[in-house]
C-alpha cells in the first residue's frame, strides 16, 4: 500500500486511484486529526484530495478548511466566523504566477515599478501578519513560479519591466521575509516548476476550463512537497541514513574486487557518480543527518573502503558502523538502538532490491526508498522524497552528529563501571536549568515538535504559542541544558506548567533522547518544586497521554513520587504531589545552575 | 480501435476514477445517471482517458458530449485520426 505515495510515484496511477488509495489509508489506526486551511488563489479541490493522502500515509488525518475560489486575500483579511471557528493548525496560500495583480507595463519609470512590487508584496506581508495575529499558527506559502511567457524574450530576464525579473525580485522578498519571521514557510514552487518543467506546468487547458494554475499532473508533486512541510512542523523528518556499501556508496565489491578496483574518483563515469552521491551524503551528515553503515561484508573490509584515496566520507562521518553477515533489518534495529532513535527516524539506502523490501517487510516503520540501481539517480530520488525535510537549521542541528558521536564515547566509558552510579559521577554533569528565555525559544518549539519518546502529554508547540507562554506569568515553563566532559548536550528538556490558584498543572514535560538515565529529570523536578514554593503552590498535577511511542514515561510520575489519581481505559493517567514542608533534591549527581 | 475496444478501457477508468468495482457504464450514461459523476470526478476522468489513450483534448472539445457514447466516438476519432 504504501509505496504507491513513495516518491519516485506515478502521479497518473494516483489521481485515477485516490478514491481507493484514501479508503485503504483511512484503514490505519492511530492517525491524528490535524485541521489545516488551504487558502487558494487558484482551484484547490484536486490539491486538497491529494494532500490528504500524503499525510494519511505518514499518519496525519487532515481536516480541511477551503477557501472559495480565488478568495485568498478577502478570507484572511475580512472577518471570517467560519475561519476562526475551524481555528486552523497550518495555513496553506496556494498562490502562484496567475495570482500577480500588476506586472509593470513597458512605459513605466523605473521608480513606478519598484512601487508596483513593493505594492504585490505588501499584499502578502499583511496577509502574514494578520494570520500571525489572528491565528497564530504557521504559515505555508508558495512563492512564484517563472512567467507563462516573455514578452521581452531573453531581456525579459535583465529589464525591469520584464515578467520574469519582477517575479525573481518578488521571489527575493519572499526569501528575506521567511529568513526573519519564525511562522513563514516557502513551499518552493519555483523549484517544482522547473522540475517539473515550465512547459507542462503550465497545462492552459486547465487554466482555462477549470482555474487550476499548473497541471494536473503535476498537483501529486506538489502536495507531497506539502505534506512534507506539514510533516517536518510537526517533528515527523527523518533523522538518520543507514546506508549500505557495494554498488552504493562505491561502484564494485570491495571483499571481491579489493579496495583498489572499487569505483570511486573522476577517472570513469561511473566512478564519478559514485563519487557525487558520497559528496550528496557528506552535506546531509554537514546539516545534521545521522549516518549509519548496514552492510554484508567483513568489518575490515568495509572499513577499508572508507581509506580509499577518493572517498569523500570517512569513517568518522558515521555514528554508527554494522558490516557483517546479519540480517539487514536486524543491524538497523541495532543501530537504532545504539544511537537511541526511533526506527521510523531511519532512512535506509540499499541498490539490491531484495534487501530493501526484506527491510521494508520485517520493520515497516524503516522509509525505504526505492533508489532504483543506476547510481546517476541516486540523488534525484533521495532527494525527491522530502524525508529530511526541515523548516530551519539550528545550531542544534549543525551539532547533531556530535552529539551523538560524544554519546558513543559515553557507552564506552559505561562499560568500564559496575555501578551506574559511578559511571554517571564520572561524567561530571552540569545543568543549566532556568526559565525560558528568548533565545532558547525556536529550539524549545522544535523540541516540542520533534520528541516523542520522552515526552508525557505530546502537546505540539508553534513558537508563536511558546513565546505567549514564556511572557505569560500564569505559567512556570522551565528549560534544561546539561554538559559534562565528553561535550555539551545543548538544550535538550523543558517543562511547561500552568498556574490555576494554588495548584500547578504540567502541561509538557519532555526531553531529548539523547541524555536519557542521566537522571536530569530529577534535577528538573527539583527545580519546578523550588519555582513552585515560591509561587505559593501546594499541589502539582501531571498527566501521561499515551501514544504509541511514549511507554518508557508511563510510570515517570510514580519514580518521581507522585501518586496516581486516575487511570483510563485508554491508557491516560492523572497524578498529584502534594508539596511537602521541607523538599530533599532528587538529584544528587548533576551540579545545577540556575 | 473500435468502439467495443474502447468502451471496457472507458469502463475501467470509471471503476478506477469513482471508486466503484461494480460499475456498469454503458453509452447513454451521463453525470445525471452515475452515481458520484462530479465535477471534480469529471476532470479526474478526462485526465485518464489522455492518459490511457495517450490522446489530449482541445480546449472546449468535451464540454458539448452528451453522455459516454459521445466521449467514446470522440476517442475513436483522435485514436484513429
Redesign the interface.
Known amino acids: 500500500m504504501k509505496h504507491q505515495l513513495n516518491y519516485p510515484f506515478d502521479p497518473?496511477y494516483i489521481?485515477?486511484?485516490?478514491?481507493?488509495i484514501k479508503?485503504e489509508l483511512l484503514k490505519n489506526t492511530g492517525l491524528v486529526n490535524r485541521r489545516i486551511a488551504i487558502i487558494g488563489g487558484s482551484t484547490t479541490?484536486?490539491i486538497k484530495?491529494i494532500l490528504e493522502l500524503f499525510l494519511l500515509k505518514d499518519g496525519i488525518k487532515p481536516v480541511f478548511y477551503e477557501s472559495e475560489y480565488g478568495k485568498y486575500y478577502e478570507d484572511i483579511m475580512f472577518e471570517n466566523n467560519e475561519l476562526d471557528k475551524f481555528a486552523p493548525e497550518t495555513i496553506y496560500i496556494h498562490t502562484s504566477s496567475v495570482n500577480i495583480s500588476n506586472f509593470p507595463t513597458i512605459q513605466e519609470e523605473s521608480d513606478s515599478v519598484a512601487q508596483l512590487l513593493q505594492k504585490e508584496f505588501a499584499k502578502f506581508t499583511t496577509l502574514w501578519e494578520r494570520i500571525e495575529a489572528t491565528y497564530h499558527c504557521p504559515i505555508i506559502q508558495n512563492n512564484f513560479e517563472l512567467p507563462y511567457y516573455r514578452t521581452l524574450g531573453n531581456l525579459d530576464f535583465s529589464d525591469i519591466h520584464g515578467r520574469t525579473h519582477f517575479l525573481t525580485q518578488l521571489n527575493q522578498h519572499f526569501a528575506e521575509y521567511a529568513r526573519s519571521c519564525k511562522n513563514l514557510y516557502i513551499n518552493d514552487i519555483n523549484y517544482l516548476a522547473s522540475w517539473f518543467g515550465l512547459e507542462r506546468w503550465y497545462d492552459?487547458?486547465?487554466w482555462?476550463?477549470?482555474k487550476y494554475a499548473m497541471n494536473?499532473?503535476a498537483i501529486p508533486l506538489l502536495t507531497h512537497n506539502i505534506a512534507s512541510l506539514i510533516k517536518a512542523s510537526y517533528g515527523n523528518s527523518k533523522k538518520c541514513l543507514v546506508l549500505d556499501l557495494d554498488n552504493t556508496l562505491w561502484g564494485g565489491i570491495i571483499g571481491d574486487d579489493g579496495i583498489d578496483a572499487i569505483k570511486l574518483g573522476r577517472e570513469t563515469a561511473e566512478a564519478e557518480a559514485y563519487t557525487d552521491f558520497q559528496q550528496y551524503i557528506k552535506e546531509l551528515k554537514q546539516r545534521g543527518i545521522i549516518l549509519a553503515v548496514c552492510s554484508k561484508n567483513e568489518l575490515d573490509n568495509a572499513k577499508a573502503g572508507f581509506f580509499h584515496p577518493d572517498t569523500i566520507l570517512k569513517l568518522d562521518d558515521f555514528t554508527a558502523f554494522q558490516a557483517n553477515w546479519n540480517p539487514k533489518h536486524e543491524n538497523i534495529k541495532h543501530i537504532a538502538e545504539t544511537i537511541n532513535i526511533g526506527l521510523d527516524s531511519l532512512v535506509f539506502v540499499d541498490d539490491n532490491p531484495a534487501e530493501r523490501q526484506i527491510v521494508q517487510d520485517m520493520i515497516p516503520e524503516v522509509a525505504v526508498p526505492d533508489i532504483g540501481n543506476n547510481v546517476a539517480k541516486y540523488i534525484d530520488v533521495l532527494d525527491k522524497t522530502g524525508y529530511f525535510e526541515t523548516l530551519s537549521i539550528s545550531k542544534d542541528d549543525l551539532q547533531r552528529n556530535s552529539y551523538y558521536t560524544e554519546n558513543l564515547k559515553r557507552q564506552e566509558v559505561e562499560a568500564r563501571y559496575n555501578n551506574y552510579d559511578e559511571f554517571l559521577k564520572s561524567l561530571e554533569m552540569v545543568a543549566e536549568i532556568k526559565a525560558f528565555v528568548p533565545v532558547y525559544l525556536e529550539r524549545i518549539a522544535q523540541l516540542t515538535n520533534k520528541t516523542n519518546q520522552f515526552n508525557l502529554t505530546t502537546k505540539r508547540y508553534s513558537l508563536a504559542e511558546i513565546e505567549a507562554i514564556a511572557n505569560d506569568t500564569n505559567y512556570i515553563s522551565i528549560y534544561g541544558r546539561l554538559k559534562d566532559k565528553f561535550g555539551d548536550n545543548g538544550l535538550i528538556t523543558i517543562i511547561i506548567t500552568a498556574i490555576k490558584g494554588k495548584e500547578l498543572h504540567i502541561d509538557l514535560w519532555l526531553m531529548s533522547c539523547r541524555v536519557l538515565k542521566r537522571g536530569m529529570e530529577k534535577a528538573m523536578l527539583d527545580q519546578l518544586v523550588q519555582a513552585a514554593h515560591q509561587r505559593g503552590i501546594t499541589i502539582i498535577y501531571g498527566y501521561y497521554y499515551k501514544t504509541v511511542k511514549n511507554k518508557m514515561v508511563s510510570e515517570l510520575y510514580r519514580d518521581m513520587g507522585f501518586e496516581c489519581v486516575s487511570l483510563a481505559e485508554n491508557g491516560d493517567s492523572v497524578w498529584r504531589y502534594k508539596l511537602p514542608e521541607k523538599y530533599e533534591n532528587q538529584n544528587q549527581l548533576i551540579e545545577v545552575i540556575t | 480501435m473500435t468502439n467495443a475496444e474502447i468502451m471496457p478501457k472507458v469502463q475501467n477508468i470509471f471503476r478506477d476514477v469513482l471508486d466503484n468495482e461494480e460499475l456498469e457504464i454503458g453509452a447513454e450514461s451521463n453525470a445525471n445517471n452515475v452515481e458520484d459523476w462530479d465535477s471534480l470526478a469529471h476532470i479526474n476522468l478526462v485526465v485518464a482517458i489522455e492518459k490511457e489513450f495517450k490522446i489530449s483534448f482541445a480546449l472546449g472539445e468535451i464540454d458539448s458530449l452528451k453522455n459516454v457514447g459521445e466521449f467514446v466516438d470522440l476517442i475513436k476519432q483522435k485514436i484513429n485520426p
Open positions: 497518473h489521481l485515477r486511484k485516490k478514491r481507493s479508503r479541490a484536486e484530495d492552459k487547458n486547465f482555462y476550463a477549470y494536473y499532473e
